[in-house]
Nanobody, 123 residues
């Protein structure tokens, strides 16, 4: 089982990036996939989650970020628009075998994590 996150980089405020989480060793539609981020000196926080057609977002990114899944490519995407400096963080994708949807932000439910990709929003 592997998760490979990519697509991070340096972008100006108001810009966009699309992160990808390529999965191998399992079928995406059997699991939930979450995106998390961790800024320096802060705890890891849930950004978005997708499973069986349900999508969830942190309040801080609602209306700006969109999560999607391409089962044919076994890849989950996070489209990030209108980026702000406070979105700067290392972004991780992770797999959850099962969880109550209300607890999608709980790190302990995820058993495999990608290596992270750095997003820097700065002028």
């Amino acid at each position: 089982v592997q998760l490979q996150a990519s697509g991070g980089g340096l972008v100006q405020p108001g810009g966009s990036l699309r992160l990808s989480c390529a999965a191998s060793g399992f079928a995406l539609d059997d699991y939930g996939i979450g995106w998390f981020r961790q800024a320096p000196g802060k705890e890891r926080e849930g950004v978005s989650f997708i499973n069986v057609g349900r999508k969830f977002y942190a309040d801080s990114v609602k209306g700006r970020f969109t999560i999607s899944r391409d089962n044919a490519k076994n890849t989950v995407y996070l489209q990030m628009n209108s980026l702000k400096p406070e979105d700067t963080a290392v972004y991780y994708c992770a797999r959850a075998p099962r969880l109550p949807f209300s607890l999608w932000r709980a790190v302990s439910y995820y058993n495999y994590w990608g290596q992270g990709t750095l997003v820097t929003v700065s002028s």
